[in-house]
């Protein structure tokens, strides 16, 4: 074989020596070129779905109304703590009938299904304890009990009582759809003047909650007080434990927030500062260790010069930071005398205040601004900011501006359906976020509105305006953040796929990125379909969008090129014109252009073009070419393009142009190409013939287990696959587990199908002839391959029949009564299996039960049971096959000789099973022919009853073979009735003597 190889190689050598040699005469005789497989570039110029667009008011959940006995004076949220699965509140006041106000809270909790989001206005509590005049001013949500024992989360409430001005804080528990009063404690008269807020926190870990009240001093009412309380559990009350005062004869404080931190508390507090008129921002801070001392961390002014700021609100949020530091203030800048506009400035981080500040003011009326809600619409983790606007007088409506957190950038701008916005709150529950305000509606009543909101801003790019049917349509998607710019995204998942082809689903993690749609399956053209882009985080989905888009087909083009190379000889330019031909296969108008550009040259040229629908054109384009001096070639790398909104497609290649006469370099690669081809093909017919020697050579050692050699080793894989299909085909199972035990001991256990289908295959029709014994050899080999195998609910059948079977090979062996009392044992077992069906590869397996019972007929012959012998051997005659019939009459007819009566299916009575089946199987009447299932019963048809063989006393069927007695005309089944007369020689019922011929001559005659 090596020499045959080596001779392949001379051959090789010779053909690339003579293509060589010819490839000057080829280049002699070319001729224009025609290019028809141009590349379709995927360039994803084309803007396919622009949806950096985002509407607020789109995620509008619902608008519920109250009517005007309230007066509710700010939102809050609940977060989920225990069995409590978050919620929001509203609290203020409700006037009864008698004009009294009574402290009022409600609870609205809400449930997610799919992207729906539904509410419930769960819990109310309105405040009738003691005092007729209440008022809720501030609302904090705890987690647990106020006062360290284990409980449900708790709502705590400031309460003013205007009748004896005091302040009360009272504790609710939520407890299931209820909000249950608990606990209320009175702040001392003689701490506060006024109280304007406060914080509850567990500042210290020990599950009891510190009260933190915000208020004018008692004693000296110009001055500020900042009061601790903790909760005594043996006396079950608040005491106060810390105080911090300062003067705030010339400051007004609006706002306060609470930012926690491992080691302290900070309150940032916010108002103006009454001489100058402008904003300050407060830090005063308090350590979480023992001592749990105060003191006054920052104090800063924001402003704009001479024109001034009013903060009115004041919101803590997050730039992608754990612990937010960020602070944003809303209110109004006035400009000069009269003029204000609605104002948001941002602190980077309020704790260190020469860390930068933004600031947007808002060209809207109303221009004031009392509040602002965060949220966190793209769910990346950076918040942005949805400032409202307030009219004093309520007349207008309030407008929302959706601004960036980082650079204010303004996102979108609406009207919403509420007057007076003034407060705002975020919710942020597992897996989705609602966010609130509150405000009035038309009639001038509170009302608060729900939003879910949540969206993705991207753009989506292609290669061309449609999707070209019978290629990979690259897509490219680019995520921004709400302002357009682009953002990068690592934690979302986008489902990109065709409503034309369910199956068609891309998955991206990371974005921006490419997705690639498979129109390769598609047959026929669709024209409005949509791409689905389903964005989701977790289990959030952020963006269901369909966008329309037309399948269609591509652009059919060619580029018909002028003679190469280009010889200039002693011209300095030459025009070349090719022959652009574009054919219109979409079902759209496209406007285009065609443009030919030279990379050395740097020359260009561009044509516009106008398809119609199923329209054709062909479109001459020049190109000039420049020669060189002194005379020389070079390779000009000529690119034509055709853009359409169908896409782009590039025809890019080598011209050489010259000055004097030379073999172009596509002559090589044609030449290269050849020779590649031809030892291609060489090696090829190589392989082939190696492969065949090396499967001959393993087929030989599997089957006669004489030594492989090998010539080449590199083969031996692919021989021993192909010998696997070869032995799978043949069923050869013998070389087949030789070759996989030594080579794929994977294959061993396939193989061994081969044999078990082989074996129990051999084995029943060894069963069927009634050799046991060899039956149960070839079968207790297929059990052991079975083990091979492993399938053990295979083993399992055929341990159910070998086990039998090997018990009746047994019992053969014995004599007289015990053979026979064995065999009715093994008879009852296996017909009580008969309706059992067992099968293994196709095979249908079973002892065959009439064989059986013709031995046992025979065996308690020998014990001299003749009567049962007989009863058993008319089973086995029942349910043998044709064939087989005789052998059995024979031994009937030998027992009746004796004088054994043959009864009417005298049975044990542990065969009413197998009597109801005899009785029960379908027979044709003697006379008619009708069938009928009961052989007890006369026939419907014609009246007759059923006529009995008058040997074997079972029915005899229509156009069966039979014989009549010529004395008494009772009838028989032909060889029945031969049979008993061979034996007795008389007639079985009249017992007058018969002759065999003349009933030979009767059955001619019928």
């Not at 909104?645 to 000055?659: H, R, S, W």
């Not at 199972?733 to 061994?752: C, D, L, Q, S």
């Not at 059995?888 to 004796?898: D, F």
């Not at 073979?961 to 019922?989: D, F, I, M, S």
Request: proline share 3%; glycine share 6%; charged share 20%.
């Amino acid at each position: 074989m090596r020499k045959k190889f080596f001779a392949y190689v001379i051959v090789s050598s010779v053909l690339i020596v003579s293509i060589l040699i010819s490839a000057f005469a080829v280049d002699l005789s070319r001729k224009s070129e025609l290019l028809s497989e141009p590349e379709l570039v995927m360039d994803n110029s084309f803007l396919i779905h622009d949806n950096t667009q985002y509407d607020f008011n789109n995620d509008k959940i619902a608008k519920i109304d109250f009517n005007s006995s309230y007066n509710f004076a700010e939102t809050i949220n609940l977060d989920p703590a225990q069995s409590f699965e978050g919620g929001m509140a509203i609290y203020g006041s409700i006037e009864n009938a008698t004009n009294m106000k009574h402290g009022v809270i409600e609870l609205f909790t809400f449930t997610k299904t799919l992207d729906t989001i539904n509410y419930q206005n769960t819990a109310s509590y309105v405040d009738t304890i003691l005092y007729n005049e209440t008022n809720y001013l501030a609302g904090k949500g705890i987690s647990n009990r106020y006062d360290g024992e284990i409980g449900n989360p708790m709502v705590a409430l400031l309460k003013e009582i205007p009748l004896n001005n005091t302040f009360w804080i009272d504790f609710l528990e939520i407890s299931s759809s209820n909000l249950l009063f608990n606990y209320t404690y009175t702040i001392p008269q003689n701490h506060f003047e006024k109280i304007f807020d406060f914080e509850i926190i567990d500042i210290d870990s020990d599950s009891k909650y510190e009260l933190y009240v915000l208020g004018r001093n008692a004693t000296s009412p110009q001055d500020y007080s900042l009061a601790e309380y903790s909760y005594n559990s043996t006396a079950a009350i608040y005491n106060l434990t810390n105080t911090y005062n300062w003067n705030g004869t010339d400051y007004n404080i609006v706002e306060m927030e609470l930012i926690t931190e491992p080691t302290d508390l900070h309150f940032v507090l916010t108002g103006i500062d009454i001489p100058v008129l402008e904003t300050f921002v407060q830090i005063i801070s308090i350590n979480r260790d023992i001592t749990r001392s105060f003191s006054q961390r920052s104090f800063g002014h924001y402003g704009f010069g001479s024109d001034s700021f009013r903060v009115y609100g004041m919101k803590t949020y997050s730039a992608g930071i754990t612990n937010p530091r960020r602070v944003a203030l809303f209110g109004s800048k006035s400009v000069g005398v009269s003029d204000t506009f609605p104002t948001c400035i941002t602190i980077v981080d309020v704790l260190n205040p020469g860390s930068g500040s933004d600031d947007v003011s808002l060209n809207y009326n109303p221009s004031w601004s009392f509040d602002g809600m965060i949220v966190d619409i793209d769910y990346d983790g950076i918040d942005e900011i949805v400032q409202t606007t307030y009219d004093l007088p309520g007349s207008i409506k309030s407008d929302y501006v959706v601004l960036t957190s980082g650079g204010l950038s303004e996102v979108n701008s609406d009207t919403t359906e509420l007057y007076q916005i003034k407060s705002s709150a975020r919710l942020v529950l597992s897996g989705f976020q609602i966010s609130s305000w509150i405000g009035k509606n038309d009639l001038h009543n509170y009302a608060i509105e729900f939003y879910f909101p949540h969206h993705v801003s991207y753009r989506l790019y292609g290669s061309a305006e449609v999707l070209i049917n019978g290629s990979n349509n690259t897509m490219y998607i680019e995520t921004t953040n709400l302002a357009g710019y682009n953002n990068p995204r690592t934690d979302i998942i986008l489902h990109a796929g065709l409503t034309v082809d369910p199956t068609i689903d891309e998955i991206l993690v990371s974005m921006p990125n490419n997705f690639t749609f498979d129109l390769n399956a598609i047959v026929s053209v669709y024209e409005f379909e949509e791409i689905s882009l389903n964005i989701t985080k977790g289990a959030v989905e952020l963006n269901i969008d369909n966008i329309p888009i037309r399948i269609d087909y591509p652009l059919n083009t060619a580029v018909f090129t002028p003679p190469v190379p280009i010889q200039l000889r002693n011209e300095l330019t030459q025009i070349q014109t090719y022959d652009v031909l574009v054919e219109n296969t979409l079902s759209q108008e496209l406007n285009g252009t065609i443009e030919i550009s030279g990379t050395v040259s740097n020359y260009s040229s561009i044509d516009y073009i106008l398809l119609g629908e199923s329209i054709t054109i062909n479109q001459p384009i020049d190109f000039e070419f420049f020669g060189s001096d002194p005379e020389s070639k070079y390779e000009e790398t000529v690119i034509i393009t055709v853009k359409t909104e169908a896409g782009v497609i590039k025809y890019e290649f080598q011209v050489l142009v010259t000055n004097l006469f030379h073999v172009t370099v596509n002559d090589l690669f044609i030449i290269f190409g050849i020779i590649a081809v031809l030892i291609v093909i060489i090696y090829i017919g190589l392989a082939i013939i190696i492969l065949r020697k090396t499967e001959e050579a393993f087929d030989k050692h599997f089957t006669t287990e004489d030594p492989v050699r090998l010539d080449f080793k590199v083969f031996k894989g692919k021989a021993l696959n192909n010998l696997i299909q070869k032995y799978s085909d043949e069923g050869n199972w013998k070389a087949g587990i030789n070759m996989a035990k030594e080579f794929k001991p994977k294959y061993v256990p396939y193989f061994h199908k081969f044999k078990v289908k082989e074996q129990l295959m051999s084995g029943q029709e060894l069963m069927d002839q009634g050799k046991f014994d060899d039956g149960l050899t070839y079968w207790q080999e297929a059990r052991e391959s079975l083990d091979v195998i492993g399938k053990h609910e295979w083993i399992d059948t055929v341990n159910w029949l070998i086990d039998p079977l090997q018990r009746i090979v047994e019992i053969s062996a014995m004599k007289g009564t015990e053979k026979a009392a064995a065999l009715e044992k093994e008879f009852q077992n296996l017909n009580s299996m008969r309706d059992q069906e067992f099968v293994i590869l196709s095979i249908k397996l079973d002892i065959p039960l009439y064989l059986v019972a013709e031995e046992l007929g025979i065996a308690l012959r020998d014990a001299n049971d003749l009567q049962a012998s007989l009863n058993y051997l008319q089973l086995a005659y029942q349910g043998a096959p044709e064939k087989f019939k005789n052998r059995i009459v024979t031994e009937i007819t030998g027992l009746i000789s004796l004088g054994v009566t043959p009864t009417e299916f005298a049975m044990p009575v542990d065969h009413d099973a197998i009597r109801e089946r005899i009785e029960k199987r379908v027979v044709r009447c003697y006379s008619c022919g009708e069938e009928r299932t009961n052989i007890n019963e006369i026939c419907p048809n014609c009246g007759i009853d059923t006529v009995l063989c008058s040997v074997c006393k079972l029915p005899i069927s229509f156009g069966s073979e039979h014989l009549e007695c010529y004395h008494c005309q009772n009838v028989a089944h032909r060889e029945h009735l031969l049979e008993w007369v061979k034996v007795k020689g008389t007639c079985p019922v009249c017992q007058q003597k018969l002759i065999t011929d003349k009933l030979g001559v009767a059955e001619e005659k019928e």
